[in-house]
């Protein structure tokens, strides 16, 4: 079983900050890559932002210079730091991982449930 559980979301003023974690658990040969991925109201899912095993770094253009991916290996943990946050940032976020379990020669896509970011005065 793969586990992918985030947190941090919640309710912020325009230009506030939020820290978004999600940690993966479970049998867990190998991480490849971890990211975010939001969906607004009405709106299709889309990337935020992805970073891989090597640390490369794909961000959105909607939330460069606000948004920060990193990940922790150790941890199997990916974060999302949220800056000068607009009310348009307002989504579920949620967490992916492409991954490989134990015993496994493949690797899949797993996903967590979300989390709720709201950003209103």
């Known amino acids: 079983q793969v586990q992918l559980v985030e947190s941090g979301g919640g309710l912020v003023q325009p230009g506030g900050s939020l820290r978004l974690s999600c940690a993966a658990s479970g049998s867990i040969a190998s991480i490849y890559s971890m990211g975010w991925y939001r969906q607004g109201p009405g709106k299709q899912r889309e990337l935020v932002a992805g970073i891989n095993l090597g640390g490369n770094i794909n961000t959105a253009d909607s939330v460069k210079g606000r948004f920060t991916i990193s990940r922790d290996n150790a941890k199997n943990t990916v974060y999302l730091q949220m800056n000068s946050l607009k009310p348009e940032d307002t989504a579920v976020y949620y967490c992916?991982?492409?991954?490989?379990?134990?015993?496994?020669?493949?690797?899949?896509?797993?996903w967590g449930q979300g989390t709720q970011v709201t950003v209103s005065s």
């Open positions: 992916n991982a492409d991954l490989r379990r134990i015993g496994s020669f493949s690797s899949y896509v797993y």
